[in-house]
């Protein structure tokens, strides 16, 4: 996908841990740049939302396996995570996202942690996730699910 990454105009979307990950995977220069590109253009519009459990599967996902295989440091992976709690707002679960997560892994046989992220998005309004582990384009509830990668992953 050349130039620049295209996303819902004027409305709040709803970033997945992968975008998150990809931003600092070398081993995948395609869908670095193009999470690169989501992420700067979310911050720049305000339009980015990333949940709280997109931040603490980031850190995870960063830093394990044996220090050559990596991604980051995990005083690295922190120093990020600090970042994005600086530069993204941040959404984070109550009730009615847990619920609704419940609902949404028996509605639409969603593993849990994607049911959880979906929720977030139902709950609070969001029209749109981009991310790499659910159906292209496929509606869940309210909600769409775009794969910023598709054009990557061919």
Not at 9 to 18: K, R, S
Not at 76 to 95: G, H, I, K, S, T
């Amino acid at each position: 996908m050349a130039g620049r990454v295209k996303t819902c105009t004027n409305v709040a979307f709803l970033i997945d841990t992968n975008i998150l990950v990809y931003r600092y995977d070398a081993r995948f220069p395609e869908k670095q740049r193009i999470a690169t590109d989501i992420l700067r253009q979310g911050i720049k519009s305000d339009e980015a939302r990333v949940p709280h459990q997109a931040v603490v599967e980031f850190v995870a996902a960063t830093t394990r396996g044996k220090p050559e295989v990596r991604l980051l440091e995990p005083a690295d992976a922190r120093r990020e995570a600090e970042e994005m709690l600086a530069q993204f707002r941040v959404l984070y679960p109550n009730e009615a996202v847990l619920r609704t997560a419940l609902r949404g892994a028996a509605a639409y046989g969603l593993s849990w942690f994607d049911a959880h992220l979906w929720a977030y998005a139902e709950v609070y309004g969001l029209t749109e996730i981009l991310s790499e582990d659910f159906q292209h384009t496929r509606m869940y509830g309210s909600v769409r699910v775009r794969n910023p990668f598709a054009t990557a992953n061919r």
